[in-house]
């Protein structure tokens, strides 16, 4: 239940052709501390991929991986076809030209304006300046702060700060954005203007994005595909839609448990293996049409059943949800039905226990 | 006080001056390098090398432990293989520039070591080398605290050059002691304090004017 057999460290999963970053058996430690223990993932080109976990689970140090910032003890690291593991700084420093990344404290350099942070990347790559200003005009105008160029960090908001540093980030035209909890600083509303922007970036550019986070929110909002870590393994990875429908690691249960309906606490705490009545948890995603789940669901309320908790929410533009059922245990007939029925129409139906 | 004085007092304020800037100005030319050198042999540095981080260290220590007066007169064989002579101002600047430059290296080392290492990693990121490092991040973002520093280098300069008098260096300090003190003329060591003062004061609020426009820390406004 941990873990799938195809996820553990030691099978490299078969890299796809279009694969812009490949990771297998990455590890690294620091003096005692296992960081990383054998990861290995891939990220396909124009995709956003998620990677959640709690704090110290070795989302930083995976995502400093990527850019040679971090250096894993074994393991190999490929972006866009070339090794980067074991390369010297100074081999790394053209490569990391290609992969830009925002910060969860902006780092953006108090000292220069706006413009000339944006512009920071390209005067590294040598560019001239009347090219690498045009450059930053162009940028600031696809962030929404043309007028802010000439202005100082310190005079912008904190999401005003992050479009700028989305902007830097893509100054050098990289081939792939690493966003180290970008929003994590920022209030909800402005996070969702900010993941809103990257979102819009992926699909004009086709930019591959790779964010790290502890919030579950970021990731179903702009994620294709979420990678869950836990003490430097990844416990779990799928698609938003089908992670979020049906988490199977207890750890990405517990991340969920915050933002989808759960059972109430006073029945949770009676749940017990021989009660009167049956506690059921019904999963439902994707293909399960939910006026189809709704005809059945009314049905086994008719029959006898309640409806304890439950809720149907959207996951960018598909939906899930999560109801719980009571049945009268009695009712051996009844239990079966409901169960059989759900489980024809997809959904994924558990018995927590008895009440 | 008499014409001879005045013009006595004018000269001295010129050979003050003469002797804290030429002093000052290449404590901040040497200094500076190695308040950088200090940081990036340092913990965690840019090119961290903990033996020459100690040796560099030690070598500053030394110099600033030892008090200028001696510091004046043990230099002597260098001024003289300087300059060419261990007598007057320009005699005067080897020590003081030797004094100073230990004690600028320690202060912009503070101010190089407080730039957020968030912006260093930022940099890193988008490809920069070491020299991308110092010349767009270390050096622009702590330059407010690196002209902060060298105006406390100034002032600091400014009282050394008092003591540079032993070597008849001329100055200020120099004035104050052979006429105000030994010779009893109260109004010429008033008149010196008072243009000690103002000097001070000047170069201070020059200094942080210059910082105010190049802080960009904080918003304001």
């Known amino acids: 239940m941990n873990s799938h057999p195809f996820l ?7 890299a796809p052709a279009d694969a812009v970053v490949t990771l297998s058996g990455v590890r690294r430690r620091f003096n005692d501390t296992v960081a990383l223990d054998g990861i290995s993932l891939s990220v396909r080109k124009g995709e956003i991929l998620g990677i959640i976990g709690r704090s110290g689970a070795g989302k930083s140090t995976l995502i400093r991986c990527l850019n040679g910032l971090e250096r894993p003890d074994s393991g190999e690291i490929t972006i866009e076809g070339k090794r980067i593991d074991g390369l010297p700084e100074r081999q790394l420093q053209p490569l990391r030209r290609r992969i830009g990344m925002i910060f969860q404290h902006f780092n ?3 000292a220069k304006t706006v413009e000339a942070n944006v512009a920071l990347p390209l005067k590294i790559e040598g560019l001239p300046k009347a090219e690498r200003m045009a450059r930053a005009r162009d940028l600031l105008e696809l962030v929404g702060l043309s007028d802010k160029a000439k202005a100082y960090p310190a005079q912008l908001s904190g999401g005003q700060k992050q479009r700028v540093g989305i902007a830097r980030a893509l100054a050098a035209r990289p081939a792939l954005l690493l966003s180290d909890e970008a929003t994590s600083a920022l209030d909800p509303e402005t996070t969702r203007s900010i993941l809103a922007l990257l979102k819009d970036i992926n699909r004009k550019l086709g930019l591959t994005i790779i964010l790290i986070t502890h919030e579950m929110d970021v990731v179903r909002s702009i994620a294709d595909r979420v990678a869950v870590i836990d003490a430097g393994r990844i416990v779990e990875t799928g698609t938003v839609q089908s992670v979020f429908a049906n988490p199977q690691a207890p750890i990405t249960q517990r991340l969920l448990e915050g933002s989808r309906p759960r059972l109430p606490e006073h029945v949770a705490a009676r749940l017990n293996p021989a009660g009167e009545a049956i506690i059921l948890g019904v999963d439902l995603s994707g293909p399960y049409g939910q006026s189809r789940f709704f005809t059945d669901l009314a049905d086994a309320l008719s029959a006898g059943a309640s409806l304890i908790q439950g809720g149907v929410e959207h ?8 109801f719980f059922l009571s049945l009268p ?3 051996a007939n009844l239990v079966e039905r409901v169960r059989s029925t759900l489980q024809a129409g997809g959904a994924h139906v ?4 008895h009440v | 006080m008499s014409d001879v004085m005045i013009d006595l007092l004018i000269s001295a304020v010129w050979e003050t001056l003469l002797m804290t800037f030429a002093a000052g100005l290449i404590s901040l030319v040497a200094g500076l390098p190695l308040g950088l050198a200090l940081v990036a042999t340092g913990k965690g540095g840019l090119s961290e090398n903990i033996w020459v981080n100690r040796l560099l260290g030690a070598v500053i220590n030394a110099f600033r432990s030892v008090p200028f007066i001696i510091l004046l007169v043990a230099l002597i064989p260098l001024t003289r293989l300087i300059v060419g002579t261990a007598l007057g101002t320009w005699a005067a600047i080897v020590p003081l520039a030797i004094a100073a430059t230990p004690y600028y290296a320690r202060i912009a080392e503070v101010s190089l070591r407080e730039v957020d290492k968030g912006l260093i990693e930022a940099v890193r990121a988008m490809g920069g080398n070491r020299w991308t490092i110092i010349r767009e991040v ?25 003591m540079a008098g032993a070597i008849g260096a001329g100055g200020l300090g120099d004035l104050a002691i052979r006429y105000g003190y030994q010779r009893f003329e109260t109004g010429v060591m008033i008149a010196v304090v008072i243009v000690l003062i103002i000097l001070v004061c000047g170069i201070q609020w020059i200094g942080d004017r210059i910082v105010e426009r190049l802080d960009h820390r904080q918003s304001r406004g």
Not at chain 1, 8 to 14: D, R, T, Y
Not at chain 1, 350 to 353: A, K, P, Q, S, Y
Not at chain 2, 138 to 162: D, M, N, Q, R, Y
């Open chain 2, 138 to 162: 270390l050096v622009p973002e702590a330059l407010p605290g690196i002209v902060a520093g060298f105006t406390v280098t100034l002032v600091t300069l400014i009282g050394a050059s008092a």
């Open chain 1, 108 to 110: 953006l350099l108090s």
């Open chain 1, 315 to 322: 996951i960018q533009d598909e939906s899930v949800g999560r």
């Open chain 1, 329 to 331: 245990a009695r009712d």
């Open chain 1, 350 to 353: 558990e018995v927590l226990g």
């Open chain 1, 8 to 14: 553990s460290a030691q099978i490299a999963p078969l």
